[in-house]
């Protein structure tokens, strides 16, 4: 059996992946709340902004207003989504750590999502790349349809590939394998991440899953066989894009840090904290979570 990862870095994507698809607007104060309460659960990294266009998803048009607002534990690292250099002015205005920089491996989700092609879209992140070097700033780059596209169906391994090469061409400190849609299972995963891992160090890649199908937490595991030691959750299992109709909320963070306990797995971050915060997000979005460890943990509780 390979051996696991001893510690591993859990990004929370909540505020951003979780919230953005919420038809209904949640208040900057909530929202800071929410960041502020994760910041203290411990996560090294927290996904808090997205500055893109408003009309195209008006539940991040507070970005700004959050990032003012939370209270930075020091070490921890806030990302802000910045698809083009107007994006990347408020992300750095907002004082973002971290910019995120987010293509495709499908062409057609690229038109949907980005509006533009995945040529196109490494083009305009060419400007944000140079800026995110010129300020300081860590450079992200997500990959989305990794897995498979809701428009076009199958991604090949190649299209994967090609787009990690060139997110790596502009320098990005991290890349992300995103399974969008949720529709992976574990030995495509490792296909997958072994493919980015022949033109991408190991250590900086992340795999960013969706439920969708319910194969997340199998696909962490499986990434965590061939070594991926960064993966993306959302607290509650919050999420979805809008742009990937039918697909449900990242992995929640609760069930990835639940597995990561009993598997010996270091995280750095307090479980029964991320449990409390589910609830207060799900309550206050007048629902009941969608991470089965922390309802479980909120029932031993009560
Ligand atoms: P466009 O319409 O092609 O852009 O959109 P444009 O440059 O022609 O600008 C059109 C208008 O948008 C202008 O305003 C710009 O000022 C404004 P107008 O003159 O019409 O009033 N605009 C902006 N406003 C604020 N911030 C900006 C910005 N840029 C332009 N940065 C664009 C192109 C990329 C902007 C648009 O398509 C967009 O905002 N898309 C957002 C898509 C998105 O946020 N999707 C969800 C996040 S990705 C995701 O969830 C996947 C991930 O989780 C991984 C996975 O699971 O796969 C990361
Ligand atoms: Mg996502």
């Known amino acids: 059996m390979n051996s696991l990862p001893a510690k591993v870095k859990i990004v929370e994507v909540g505020p ?9 607007a949640v208040p900057a104060e909530v929202k800071t709340d ?5 910041s203290r659960a411990g996560f090294a990294n927290i996904e808090a902004a997205s500055f893109v266009s408003p009309k195209w998803v008006p539940q991040m048009a507070t970005s700004a207003a959050v990032m003012e607002a939370i ?17 990347f002015a408020a992300a750095l205005a907002a004082g973002a750590d971290e910019v995120v920089i987010f293509g495709s491996a499908s062409e057609a989700f690229s038109q949907k999502n980005i509006n533009c092609s995945i040529a196109e879209s490494i083009a305009r992140f060419e400007g944000v790349a140079v800026a995110a070097k010129e300020h300081g700033l860590r450079l992200r780059g997500s990959i989305s349809c990794a897995f498979g ?13 090609d787009v990690v090469r060139r997110l790596r061409a502009l320098g990005c ?26 033109e991408f160090d190991l250590a900086r890649i992340a795999g960013h899953f969706h439920d969708t199908y319910g ?21 509650a299992g919050l999420g979805g894009c809008p ?51 922390g309802n479980a943990l909120a029932a031993k509780r009560a």
Request: glycine letters at 10%.
């Open 215 to 235: 194969q997340a937490l199998a696909n962490i595991y499986a990434s965590l066989e061939v070594g991926v030691a960064i993966f993306h959750a959302s607290v």
């Open 243 to 293: 742009y990937a109709k039918g697909a449900t909320g990242n992995v929640a963070s609760e069930d990835v840090l639940y597995l990561m306990r009993g598997l010996g797995i270091e995280t750095g971050v307090d479980l029964d904290l991320v449990a409390e915060t589910g609830q207060f997000i799900s309550h206050y979005l007048g629902r009941k979570s969608a991470s089965r460890a």
């Open 149 to 161: 596209c809701p428009y076009q169906g199958a991604v090949p391994l190649d299209a994967v590939a």
């Open 71 to 87: 209270a930075r534990r020091p070490g921890t690292i806030y990302s802000a989504l910045t698809p083009n250099m107007q994006g």
């Open 16 to 24: 951003r992946d979780g919230l953005q698809n919420e038809a209904q």
């Open 173 to 198: 400190d991290e890349i992300d394998i995103a399974d969008t849609i949720g529709v992976a299972t574990p030995r495509q995963t490792q296909a997958v991440m072994a493919r980015a891992a022949a």
């Open 34 to 38: 929410l960041v502020d309460r994760l």
